[in-house]
């Protein structure tokens, strides 16, 4: 089925740098879905965006719905160890109603 | 208990067992989904249930049978089951099942193992 490119697939940074992730797809999207998943547990939506351009913050993560409505943007900054996990994209494209989805990103924090 | 909870969290069982998942979710919404994560690859849909009506079913094996009681409940029955159905099993519900309005949370998910 149809899947998100997401990248990279995964990190390992020092506690305090400042992270970047990205989605792309193939169609337009209308909505674009944060989600983080620790270990042994379900996605957790961080950020939702619904409108092209439109730049969201939680925290200290800011995600960005981009202009050409085929990618998005995840970014953390000053990160800590508790940032481990998965994070993961998600959207609906044009008249769908089902969500699609990247791998993830696997993002490893060293304290 | 709020959000989404799922029961059990661990499950072994045997090729010939029948077993029910179960799906609770306490945030008012209308739509509940079954969705199947394995390794290596993306979130896969299993069932949409829209105010209790089944308004997907993404080709899944008859083994994997849904049932939606209530807006607020959700089940998935299993039975003779395949070793690669092994994968972690996730519920999740939203506002209702509509075009763009993705906002989708899940549960904890249920890791089931099957020998």
């Known amino acids: 089925g149809q899947q998100l490119n997401q990248s990279p697939q995964s990190m390992f940074i020092q506690e305090g740098e400042d992270v970047s992730m990205n989605c792309t797809s193939s169609?337009?999207?209308?909505?674009w879905l944060w989600y983080k998943q620790d270990p042994g547990e379900g996605p957790v939506l961080l950020i939702a965006?619904?409108?092209a351009g439109e730049l969201t913050s939680n925290g200290r993560l800011t995600a960005q719905f981009g202009i050409t409505r085929k990618d998005s943007f995840l970014n953390i900054s000053a990160s800590i160890p508790s940032d481990v996990g998965i994070y993961f994209c998600?959207?609906?494209?044009?008249?769908?109603?089902?969500?699609?989805w990247g791998l993830g990103t696997s993002l490893a924090v060293n304290p | 208990e709020t959000g989404v909870t799922q029961t059990p969290r661990h499950l072994v069982m045997g090729m010939t067992n029948k077993k029910s998942l179960k799906c609770e979710q306490h945030?008012?919404?209308?739509?509940m989904y079954w969705y199947k994560q394995s390794a290596k690859k993306p979130l896969e849909l299993m069932f949409v249930?829209?105010?209790?009506?089944?308004?997907e079913n993404n080709s899944v094996p008859s083994r994997f049978s849904p049932e939606c009681p209530n807006s607020s409940h959700l089940f998935l029955h299993l039975h003779t089951l395949q070793p690669e159905d092994s994968a972690l099993y996730l519920c999740?519900?939203?506002?209702?099942?509509?075009?763009?309005?993705?906002?989708?949370?899940f549960g904890p998910g249920t890791r089931l193992t099957v020998l």
């Open positions: 998600a959207g609906n494209a044009g008249n769908n109603r089902k969500l699609i």
């Open positions: 945030l008012g919404h209308n739509a």
């Open positions: 249930y829209n105010f209790k009506e089944q308004t």
């Open positions: 999740a519900s939203s506002v209702e099942y509509a075009a763009g309005g993705g906002e989708q949370f």
């Open positions: 169609s337009i999207f209308n909505t």
């Open positions: 965006l619904y409108k």
